[in-house]
């Protein structure tokens, strides 16, 4: 009976423990977004420490995740979006921002740890929240002339949750 109590003990103990491994991800320049001319733009720095973009104004078909490195639900993601990237990078742009960070540092630090390898904006000092709102994680689907056609609040659950919203508001099949 000890030996069932104790082997019970130990399979909640692990099943609780995070399964998530490291893999290895990449600063990546922004400068390949495709932004229009707006009036106010809100212009972001790019985490690898290369020029920004204006994020009031990308063009798509873009996905836009905002993030933090201090946000548990952002971590539990991510193997979502790392698999979808490598699906759709041809067909449809991923770009991460991040907000709210203690430092630049925590950020990029945070991209190399998991596994991001597309272009991710900083928000230093919170500039983005006049167009995104607080609160992370939260996604938008920009269509190709600008437009913000869908706003998903929360965790994606899975990868066919967001090959379906993208074939849906962005007309791209995966």
Same mark, same amino acid.
């Given at each position: 009976?000890?030996?069932? /109590?104790?082997? /019970?003990? !130990?399979?909640?103990? !692990? $099943?609780?423990?995070?399964?998530?491994?490291?893999?290895?991800?990449?600063?990546?320049?922004?400068? !390949?977004?495709q932004s229009q001319s707006v009036a106010?733009?809100?212009?972001?720095?790019?985490?690898?420490?290369?020029?920004?973009?204006?994020v009031n104004a990308l063009q798509g078909p873009l996905i836009i995740n905002v993030w933090g490195s201090w946000c548990g639900p952002c971590k539990q993601e991510l193997p979502i979006f790392r698999s979808f990237y490598s699906k759709s990078k041809e067909k449809v742009q991923l770009v991460g921002i991040d907000v709210e960070e203690s430092?630049?540092?925590?950020?990029q630090n945070f991209v190399l740890k998991n596994g991001m390898t597309w272009p991710n904006l900083y928000d230093a000092d919170g500039a983005s929240r006049e167009y995104f709102g607080m609160g992370v994680p939260v996604t938008w689907f920009i269509s190709a002339d600008g437009t913000v056609v869908y706003k998903h609040i929360g965790v994606f659950k899975?990868?066919?949750?967001?090959? $379906?919203? !993208?074939?849906k508001y962005l007309g791209v099949k995966l």
């Open positions: 009976m000890k030996r069932i /109590a104790v082997l /019970a003990v !130990t399979l909640l103990l !692990t $099943s609780c423990s995070s399964s998530a491994k490291d893999v290895a991800g990449e600063l990546v320049s922004c400068s !390949t977004l106010k733009p809100i212009v972001l720095g790019c985490l690898d420490g290369s020029p920004g973009a204006p430092s630049v540092k925590a950020g899975n990868e066919i949750e967001l090959i $379906s919203l !993208t074939s």
